[in-house]
């Protein structure tokens, strides 16, 4: 049994007309009696009652055209979706972020690529750096949006699409809170809060380099996992922190952002995928979230490092 017979005697069930259904298919009209002949003894039954005045519907020819229309249309499915997923507009994407780019950055992202791809599924989690590039490794993500830096992995193709200033981050009750630029040296002596090396190691160390470059040792009151948490601790008086401007101007905690006047290093998101041949949904975000982010990138002031 083949489809174009299939084709052919849906059209005729449709038309009741062999001759008119010729020619809407381009097939002459014997050839078009042959593949209906055949198909009749392939399912083994009449299919059609034919007359010189009148081609009319068999019972058996009734039932088999409702299920077979109900089949190729299945089939029609299939095929779009297949042709969909090869072109990566078809698939399960599994992403992870970490918290500072969940409120802007992977919404907006999301959003902005589903408009061309509305068949795409999502799966989004806050996850933390350390944890993300596990997951990565093991295939259990297909792409992380990180806080770098991660360090080597040879496993992975990280790339930087976001960067912004430091700032440093006070109360809105300390004393240096009405002034809008500082140097680090300012803050010798005082108390930190600050990121847990565990969970994002090269984010860690650079905040460290920063203040080893400035030549003050933090007096670390307390850590956090996440830098929005580092925020809230700043608000409650625990201590002071470094962060990205975004964090503060996203958060409702009652502190303020100053601009350091050191040379530092920018802060940086990666997205960073597994090396290797990928699902090809995973290939088509990732090209369009790196010319998305990169127009974005490009209006950001240069690196200051």
Known sequence: MELRQIRSFLSIAETLHFGR?????????PALSLQIRALEEEVGVRLFERNRRKTSLTAAGSAFRDDVAAALSQLDQ???RARL????KLGLLRIGFVSTVGSEIVPNIVRQFRKSNPEVEFSLRNILTAEQIQMLESGSLDIGFLRMPVGEHSALDVVTVHREPF??????SHKLAKRKRVRLREVAGQDFV???RTYAPGFHDLMYGIFRDARIAPNVSQTAVEVPMLIS???SGMGITIAPLSVVKHSVASVVACKI???IPMSEIGMAVRKGTRAPVVDNFRSFALK????ARNSLPADRS
Not at 85 to 88: E, L, M, R
Not at 292 to 295: C, S
């Open 167 to 172: 700032v440093l981050v006070v109360p809105s």
């Open 21 to 29: 259904t010729a020619e809407l298919i381009h097939l002459s009209q």
């Open 194 to 196: 600050m990121y847990e």
């Open 233 to 235: 601790l700043v608000a």
């Open 261 to 263: 006047l050191d040379r």
């Open 85 to 88: 997923a090869a072109s990566g």
């Open 292 to 295: 998305t982010l990169g127009r």
């Open 78 to 80: 299939a095929i779009r």
